[in-house]
């Protein structure tokens, strides 16, 4: 697995980088297999192309913020961060529309502060640049989709649009995964269809979002899950990183 030490150790020099993760002949042939016939790959952004940011942390915080508003917990427990702030509003409407409008307000710039401020201290992982510049260069298109703001996406990978074709944002949508509508309109930016497209991240959240759209999916260790909860979240490959995505 391909850690954050591990990375932080590798030299700048982002062809070391992917020369230290050369996948294995079993993997890099079920890898040909998955891309076999399609063209449009689809990455997640924190912890598959950079690390994650401290999302428990940040929910945390979210939860409460929403305290304060005496929302009840059974109104957003097991609900993913955006989606508290979601619940949180509608449960608020029922009473001063003008207290949901401020604690949505004051939630959705919360969670954009936290990111923008661990954003200073984070980069892409090293090779990255390199294998996205590689994909495209061999035909493939390139999209990212985050649940993540654009400005926080764009200070941790300034040049990223020099990279990929597509950068579907928290703010580009209104649509964020686990909604398989955040990929369709990825895949229909890049003018593509979900038979060709493939999705590549390191949650859950990411595998289950392509497996109910029908896309192939490839999960990498660089991030939040396990490779046994990548696999029982469908994914069809799991790779170290997205180093061995190299052509």
């Avoid at 979210?62 to 005496?70: A, G």
């Avoid at 300034?158 to 928290?170: E, H, Q, S, T």
């Avoid at 759209?213 to 990498?220: D, E, Q, T, W």
Wanted: proline share 4%; aromatic share 6%; with cysteine.
């Amino acid at each position: 697995m391909v850690t954050r030490k591990l990375l932080d150790r590798i030299q700048q020099n982002d062809w070391f980088s992917i020369a230290l993760s050369v996948p294995n002949p079993d993997t890099k042939q079920a890898l040909n297999s998955i891309l076999q016939n399609r063209d449009c790959l689809l990455f997640d952004f924190d912890g598959t192309l950079a690390p994650n940011l401290d999302l428990p942390d940040m929910r945390r915080r979210v939860v409460e913020l929403t305290k304060q508003y005496s929302v009840p917990d059974s109104v957003y427990n097991d609900l993913y961060i955006v989606e508290v702030i979601y619940a949180a509003t509608n449960y608020l409407k029922r009473g001063a529309n003008q207290v949901a409008v401020d604690y949505s307000v004051a939630a959705h710039q919360l969670i954009k502060d936290i990111e923008l401020t661990e954003a200073q201290a984070t980069d892409p992982f090293e090779g990255i640049p390199a294998i996205l510049r590689n994909l495209r260069n061999n035909a493939y298109k390139i999209g990212v989709v985050t649940r993540n703001c654009r400005e926080a996406v764009l200070s941790v990978f300034p040049d990223l649009l020099n990279f990929i074709d597509c950068l579907i944002a928290r703010d580009d949508t209104k649509h964020l995964k686990p909604d398989v509508r955040h990929l369709e309109q990825a895949i229909q930016k890049m003018e593509s269809t979900k038979q060709e497209a493939v999705i590549i991240g390191d949650g859950r959240l990411d595998m289950e979002c392509g497996k109910r759209l029908g896309l192939a999916c490839i999960g990498v260790l660089t991030g939040s899950a396990s490779e046994r909860e990548l696999g029982l979240a469908g994914a069809d490959l799991i790779l170290n990183s997205c180093l061995e995505m190299a052509p």
